[in-house]
């Protein structure tokens, strides 16, 4: 594939990709080590002679995920640091919301890649499975670092990966970098205490959050008023329910009684003064 940027920054290579002059600059597979990329592909099913088609799609698309894995931590790294500062310089937050947006498309990415591992049917699988054992998901350290700087606490992990760093115990490096990555402030955090600075809620007067709550009571006021003017009984009561249910919601946003209550259970992770920054 020609590179877009190739004739603008350097005009040493022809339109066909021939080097025109000497200069001793990179080439492509150079630049890209491709050398150590694509001769990583080591199908265990073609080395004990009996080659299964599938497990070239499998091996890829777990190294696709890696890459990608790396990428997300190299942006929220990066976001994480320039979040990580007494008064955030306001220049920063384009960048910030950048970066982020990026690693929500590659999420997105992620997650759209298990289609295709899925044109492999489980018999499929099973072909090449056994040459896999003891290998394992669990054992992505990327996976789990990125969880921790994301800001994913111990408590809320599932019961069955509580002990997620077990895997990792024979490797003192991964050790170090999990627990690096449980002790630093995660992306969560950061974004938490920068809410919790945002200026202008209630200054001179202005008073966001007591005009906040009167307009979310007059719009539900309306709301349940037009409701009941609606003719057709099943339609009236369905719009009723659903505005008692956004009264709810927005009440254990007001009430710090219900805010509190769903984040002892681990149902919103945001304390109350900073759910008024966002
Ligand atoms: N434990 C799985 C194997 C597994 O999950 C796996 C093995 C190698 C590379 C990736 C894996 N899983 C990824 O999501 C199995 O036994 O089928």
């Known amino acids: 594939m020609a590179c877009p940027m190739r004739s603008i920054v350097d005009d040493s290579m022809g339109q066909d990709g021939t080097q ?43 190294q696709a995920y890696e890459l990608w894995f790396k990428q997300i931590i190299f942006e929220v790294d990066s976001v994480r640091s320039l979040l990580d500062v007494e008064g955030l ?29 899925e044109t492999m049917t489980p018999l499929d699988f099973m072909d090449f499975r056994h040459y896999l054992r003891p290998a394992s998901g669990f054992q992505s350290l990327q996976f ?52 919790e600075r945002t200026p ?8 966001f959050w007591g005009k906040f709550q009167a307009t979310v009571n007059k719009m539900i006021k309306e709301d349940i008023e037009a409701a009941y003017r609606e003719p057709n009984e099943n339609v009236r009561k369905h719009r009723l329910q659903d505005a008692e249910n956004r009264r709810e919601i927005y009440r254990s946003i007001f009430d710090p009684s219900v805010h509190d209550a769903l984040r002892s259970r681990g149902e919103r992770r945001f304390v109350k003064i900073k759910i008024f920054g966002a």
């Open 20 to 62: 025109l002059g000497n200069e001793a600059g990179m080439l492509y597979g150079e630049y890209l080590m491709l050398d150590k990329l694509l001769s990583a592909q080591r199908m265990l099913s073609a080395e004990s002679s009996k080659p299964v088609h599938d497990e070239h799609l499998f091996i890829i698309t777990h």
């Open 200 to 207: 202008g809620l209630n200054t001179h007067g202005f008073n």
């Open 89 to 117: 310089d306001e220049s920063h937050t384009m960048e910030i919301l950048k970066r982020l947006n990026r690693v929500v498309l590659i999420l997105k990415l992620l997650v759209d890649q298990v289609m295709i591992l």
């Open 144 to 195: 789990r670092l990125l969880e921790n700087k994301l800001g994913l606490k111990q408590a809320l992990r599932v019961k069955y990966n509580q002990n997620y760093q077990t895997v990792f115990g024979d490797d003192p490096e991964a050790m170090e970098s999990l627990h690096k990555s449980e002790q630093e402030p995660a992306l969560l955090a950061l974004i938490e205490r920068w809410l």
